[in-house]
């Protein structure tokens, strides 16, 4: 799998940040340097998935996960990830901490950390974080160990912070 991606990654941002738009980039590169058995699967519930570079595309969180784990190497990319899974279904959480077993990659995208669960929070080992009210700002950078995260709250449109476990924190900024 692509060597840009280390882990799992979550972009949280609100309504109109950017992550949305993000995420699609980043799935697009993805998938131009897949590996012969490697797989993207997307669970988009508001969607057709015609706008997205994918082998599977679908909008049933149930039908998504059995999918992911019947099969090995899959960039599993869920778009709005708080209103398209129950943070406290074992399914889901099974997403971001046993997929790895499977060779899996997770890129979620959602509005809020309070929307997904500690656990995947925990496993996720790189972050783009737009504009996000305070209180988010303030889980992701405890839940990251970065307190220069809280400053998320005053990003403008468009512009984020990236954070991997371990490394310094950086900002960014793209123009559509």
């Known amino acids: ?98 997929s790895r077993h499977w060779g899996h990659k997770l890129c979620l995208a959602t509005q809020r950390a309070q929307q997904i669960a500690p656990a995947i929070r925990e496993q996720c080992s790189q972050l783009y974080l737009f504009n996000i009210a305070l209180k988010g700002a303030k889980t992701w950078a405890e839940e990251m160990n970065e307190p220069d995260l809280q400053k998320a709250a005053d990003l403008p449109q468009y512009e984020f912070l990236f954070k991997e476990r371990f490394q310094p924190l950086t900002r960014g900024r793209f123009d559509l």
């Open 1 to 98: 799998m692509s060597d840009n991606f280390k882990g799992h990654l979550i972009l949280s941002g609100s309504t109109y940040s950017g992550k949305s738009f993000l995420l699609k980039k980043i799935i697009q590169d993805v998938s131009q340097g897949l590996g012969k058995d490697e797989k993207i699967f997307v669970l988009d519930k508001f969607s057709n998935g015609s706008d997205w570079n994918c082998d599977f595309h679908t909008r049933d969180p149930a039908e998504f996960i059995a999918y992911c784990k019947s099969n090995e190497s899959v960039w599993m990319v869920i778009d709005e990830g708080g209103s398209s899974l129950d943070k406290f279904d074992d399914d889901f959480n099974w997403l971001g901490t046993e």
